[in-house]
């Protein structure tokens, strides 16, 4: 089993910047894809950005230019970099993680943090 804990979620004025972070832990033998997806309330849940295990990237047109994702595989954390936020951003976001263990993968989760951009 692979925990998830993500943290750095919060209140924040349009146009300011926020960082979440996504830690991973347990039985993790091999990660590859590390993703955050965010859930507003009444709509479906949606890819923000996306980084694979050699750096490679790709992110929602939405976002584009103003977030960043990056990711430690030292530390087997994924980070979001959000800067210019604005209220349409306002969202539950959570992270994703493929692990695979031999010919065996599974898709991880995290319980989700707040963020909210006030206008």
Request: hydrophobic share 30%; glycine share 12%; proline share 2%.
């Amino acid at each position: 089993q692979v925990q998830l804990v993500e943290s750095g979620g919060g209140l924040v004025q349009a146009g300011g910047s926020l960082r979440l972070s996504c830690a991973a832990s347990g039985s993790i033998f091999r990660i590859n894809a590390m993703g955050w997806y965010r859930q507003a309330p009444g709509k479906q849940r949606e890819l923000v950005a996306v980084i694979t295990s050699g750096g490679s990237t790709n992110y929602a047109d939405s976002v584009k230019g103003r977030f960043t994702i990056s990711r430690d595989n030292a530390k087997n954390t994924v980070y979001l970099q959000m800067n210019s936020l604005k209220p349409e951003d306002t969202a539950v976001y959570y992270c994703n993680v493929d692990h695979q263990q031999w010919n065996h993968r599974t898709g991880y989760w995290g319980q989700g943090t707040q963020v909210t951009v006030s206008s």
